[in-house]
């Protein structure tokens, strides 16, 4: 499963042309020998789950009820195992655990140097706006039992 940057139309702008197709950079062309899932949005917020299937050239297609998150421009690999609900690295956090801070809430501005981390850190996604259709297929694609 690849989580494609943020297709938005307000966002092509800030995009490296490098980074502009990156789903057809980095697979090779189908059939693969694996199935393969991008989550994208196509100019809008509206996501879809965009899947190939182990040893076939057709993509089947399903809309998500998530939305691209309009501030954010890409996930991180951080973000991937945290849902949006977590106390900790969440974006909008529900928990009644409380450590103290949100990581996922800190919005960075102030002064330079002021931090003890670097803002790059602060500054990428914590969390998957996509949590729950992640969790939904891994649940989906393991077996249960005997």
């Known amino acids: 499963m690849l989580f494609e940057r943020n297709q938005a139309t307000e966002m092509r702008a800030?995009?490296?042309?490098?980074?502009?197709?990156?789903?057809?950079?980095?697979?090779?062309?189908?059939?693969?020998k694996y199935n393969v899932t991008v989550v994208s949005n196509q100019g809008s917020q509206v996501v879809e789950a965009r899947r190939v299937a182990a040893g076939d050239t057709a993509t089947s297609a399903v809309a998500l009820s998530a939305q691209f998150p309009y501030d954010t421009f890409s996930l991180s690999h951080v973000a991937l195992p945290f849902p949006p609900d977590d106390a900790l690295y969440g974006s909008a956090p529900t928990s009644a655990e409380n450590f103290g801070i949100h990581l996922?809430?800190?919005?960075?501005?102030?002064?330079?140097?002021?931090?003890?981390?670097?803002?790059?850190?602060?500054?990428?996604?914590?969390?998957?706006?996509?949590?729950?259709?992640?969790?939904?297929?891994?649940?989906?694609?393991?077996?249960t039992g005997p």
Not at 15 to 31: E, S, V, Y
Request: proline fraction near 10%; charge should be neutral; hydrophobic fraction near 40%.
């Open 104 to 143: 996922g809430t800190v919005a960075v501005r102030g002064e330079r140097g002021a931090l003890i981390v670097s803002t790059d850190t602060l500054m990428r996604a914590s969390s998957n706006p996509f949590f729950d259709y992640m969790l939904g297929r891994i649940d989906g694609d393991i077996p």
């Open 14 to 32: 800030l995009i490296r042309p490098g980074n502009a197709d990156l789903p057809n950079t980095l697979l090779p062309t189908a059939p693969r």
